[in-house]
């Protein structure tokens, strides 16, 4: 019977179809597709493979070091490691080129915004039916209540909310993004500051009557604070280009057994 997969070689070595299987499990493909993450698996061994053939080919030998407490690289790794940084030779940054990425996304360096909402929660459940549809109904009341007498949130908190934030009248106190569950952050995000949002809004806490109190959206950081941030990030673009090229040279004069690399190549991790 015919193979489920091809067997895999490179330049005569081949590669155990137990050691792709096992690398398969590192990538995320589309469920019910095993043969996308057999596919991606297989290229990466090939690439390790090939990182590994040309270490030995160039003499380079192997000094594991410590990459953190007790943990070592392995053998292999070493040699992989040793031979991207004896072959590549990234282009250097300069400051203009990290100015021009500055002045080009300047949304991308500023502050954090922050938030001071305030909230009622009416908890429940995410899996009971019965409570979930009577904390909605409280909350909605809540919220019929405040259109009658907007001065009336902090006291409606300190007697019907579930959350400890009650004994200060809902207030959460300053937050930002990433601090509460995202349909909180949702809201949170677009409510204008002094306005309450006129529907309940759900998450897996139950239902929040959110109010905002005061919102400050964060302000651009100086290019001076973030030079050395960006220079980094340029670092890491050109060293992955550079660890790409070598790839694609090793690849393109190499014989290859049961893997197509028409499409992008990656650098096997180390």
């Not at 698996?41 to 590994?52: D, E, I, N, T, Y």
């Not at 400890?164 to 990433?178: D, F, H």
């Not at 651009?220 to 980094?232: G, W």
Request: glycine share 6%.
């Amino acid at each position: 019977m015919k193979p489920l997969f091809p067997d895999v070689a490179v330049n005569g070595e081949p590669i155990a179809s137990a050691v792709i299987a096992a690398e398969a499990q590192n990538h995320k493909v589309p469920a019910g597709k095993p043969g996308l993450a057999w596919r991606a698996a297989a290229k990466a061994m090939v690439v390790r493979a090939l990182l590994l053939q040309e270490a030995k080919r160039l003499g380079i030998e192997s000094d594991p070091q410590a990459m953190a407490d007790d943990i070592w690289e392995t053998a292999e790794e070493a040699l992989i490691r040793a031979l991207l940084e004896q072959e590549i030779e990234p282009r250097e940054v300069s400051e203009a080129a990290c100015k021009a990425l500055y002045d080009n996304s300047p949304e991308t360096f500023r502050a954090p915004d922050l938030f001071q909402p305030a909230h009622i929660l009416f908890a429940a459940r995410p899996d009971d039916k019965v409570a979930r549809q009577t904390a909605k109904e409280n909350a909605e009341a809540a919220l019929a209540a405040l259109a009658k007498d907007p001065k009336a949130f902090a006291r409606i908190a300190k007697a019907n909310s579930d959350c400890p934030s009650r004994e200060n009248g809902g207030a959460l106190g300053q937050v930002g993004s990433g601090d509460l569950v995202p349909e909180f952050e949702a809201v949170m995000e677009t409510l204008p500051a002094g306005e309450v949002h006129p529907e309940a809004v759900e998450t897996s806490f139950g239902f929040h009557v959110i109010r905002m109190d005061e919102k400050a959206e964060g302000a651009l950081l100086p290019f001076d604070s973030v030079k050395a941030q960006i220079k980094e990030k340029l670092e890491q673009l050109a060293w992955a280009k550079a660890a790409n090229d070598l790839t694609k040279k090793l690849v393109g004069r190499a014989s290859i057994q049961g893997v197509d690399f028409g499409q992008a190549i990656e650098v096997a991790s180390t």
